[in-house]
């Protein structure tokens, strides 16, 4: 079978009925886990039987149902801050996304504690939820915004980042762990060394990163880190923003409603301790639930087999594809992992996509929320293939077949 | 599989006939994709004798703009109107129509909901440009 040392990825198939579909009448080949991954029969049932059997608001009411739920929500704040390493669950604050964990950290910290004229950097390789927040911060509040530059091979460039901090003005770096379009993964441990010494805090985009390696935002020193639920086997609506306490303790809210505050009279209100500060209304109670499910199914197989088992799929998927004549893979870094981005000499990538899709191969085709990256690239769009720890050998076998068949139609 | 790349679309990819900025025209319009990047503009003189189209994107989009050329060609404003009616309607429901010549070839889009912007994003170029005449 299709496994790697003692992975059985045959067996953990079975946990996901979605990959039994059949897609135009062809076995399911899905290979666009980085915008969002399938879903294991662990979570769909976690998610059922909240709702069959222990449903209530969280943190209001003072009857069974209620307490139970609350308990099981809170439960998923403890497994958070565990998978990451966080050194108190209280530095875990649920939203929505990372997109959403951004823009709360630029709307209540950005506003708070940085001036005007400090400075934001993010890198050429950001997703638009780690550019459009600080943009919106820079034009409402007057702080500036720093583009580092990447290499040619689709890492830093040391020498911009040094360049961006020579001045001192740089207050936050905000950096992806591991690019969604190029795969690469910076060096977030040295990053946050840097950043620190030049007296900036440091952000992390871990939305790809999570989900194939393992965290531990101490170790790393990070300022903040954030991550969404859906790319790591959870459900969709549930995301997490990790901050230092020292950070969260003097940060604002952000959303004001039930649940944030200490006390409201008319006249004025005063708000809760983080994390509840951050998390105005009933949350996704639901979808946290889940996400503490998928938590636990990633650690039963364990970070590191899954690692292991993506990087020998990675080395295969670029060998196969290099072989693939007008084929370039965008992005040569050292250390990358299995986001593989890629244009053909002839065929454009929605033309890719519609033609592997009707093989039943579902890769993702277009800029990837990414479209400066593109610029920087010289291309309008990629086609990407992307891996989970359910992806086998003969899908990227199957996606090498398909692309012959469109450089042949191309030709 | 590629009953949509079938080889008229595939020869205006390859071949197109009508591609490029010419040197002298009177009303341009502009069409592009925020989805995937595609960039259309498409070139016209006031008395229809010349449809010209500068296409960066997928097959689909460069076909359709390349037939779209041939189809308008001398046409007025008013027939031009009733022609991308009548396209609209073959490649959102997949209906041949014979008044449609050549451009029949892209009804395999209405098969794949996605690309019927691609098919359509020419056209919608054409109608800027009527508009700047």
Known sequence: ?411 | MSQLYEAIVLDRVKQPRHAGRPAQFDAQGQGANRLCGDRVSVYLTRDGTMVQHESEGCAIMVASADLMADATLGKTPAEIKDIFESFSHAVTTGTENPGLGELNALTAVSQFPSRIGCATLPWRALEEALQNV
């Open chain 1, 1 to 411: 079978m299709s496994s790697t040392l003692d992975f059985n990825t045959a067996a953990l198939r079975e946990d996901f009925p979605i990959l039994k579909q059949k897609v135009h009448g062809k076995d399911l080949v899905f290979l666009d886990s980085a915008a969002s991954a399938q879903k294991p029969r662990a979570v769909i049932d976690a998610m059922v039987h909240v709702m069959e059997a222990q449903y209530a608001n969280v943190h209001r009411g003072l009857h069974y149902m209620s307490e139970k739920t609350s308990d099981a929500y809170e439960e998923v704040r403890d497994k958070v801050a565990a998978f990451i390493n966080a050194g108190s669950r209280d530095e875990i604050v649920f939203t929505r996304n990372a997109t959403e964990s951004i823009n709360l950290v630029a709307y209540t910290w950005g506003r708070s504690a940085l001036q005007p004229g400090d400075v934001i950097a993010v890198t050429e390789m950001e997703h638009h939820a780690n550019l459009v927040p600080w943009q919106m911060l820079r034009d409402a509040h007057g702080t500036e915004l720093r583009i580092i530059k990447i290499t040619d091979a689709g890492e830093i460039d040391w020498n911009s980042l040094e360049e961006t901090f020579a001045d001192g003005r740089v207050k936050l770096l905000a950096v992806t762990q591991m690019s969604n379009v190029l795969g690469t993964y910076t060096p977030v441990e040295r990053l946050a060394k840097f950043a620190h010494a030049h007296g900036a805090k440091i952000l992390i985009d871990g939305c790809q990163a999570i989900v194939h390696r393992k965290i531990d935002v101490r170790a790393t020193d990070a300022d903040f880190f954030v991550f969404s639920g859906h790319k790591l086997y959870g459900p969709s609506g549930i995301g997490v923003l990790y901050a230092k306490a020292e950070i969260l303790d003097v940060m604002p809210p952000f959303l004001g409603g039930g649940d944030m505050i200490a006390s409201v009279s008319y006249a004025k209100s005063t708000w809760a301790k983080p994390p509840h500060r951050f998390e105005a209304g009933t949350p996704a109670i639901i979808e946290t639930i889940g996400l503490g499910a998928a938590i636990d199914y990633v650690n039963a197989i364990g970070l590191p087999a899954i690692a292991a088992h993506e990087a020998a799929l990675t080395e295969h998927a670029l060998a196969v594809l290099a072989n693939i004549e007008g084929l370039r893979i965008l992005g040569t870094a050292q250390d990358r992992g299995g986001v593989i981005s890629f244009v053909m000499k002839d065929a454009h990538a929605h033309d890719i996509a519609t033609l592997l899709d009707r093989q039943g191969i579902a890769v993702r085709a277009g800029h990837h929320c990414a479209e400066p990256l593109m610029g920087r690239l010289g291309v309008t769009s990629t086609a990407r293939a992307s891996f989970a720890l359910y992806t086998t050998r003969e899908e990227i076998d199957a996606l090498a077949k398909g692309l012959e068949r469109v450089r042949k139609i191309f030709a």
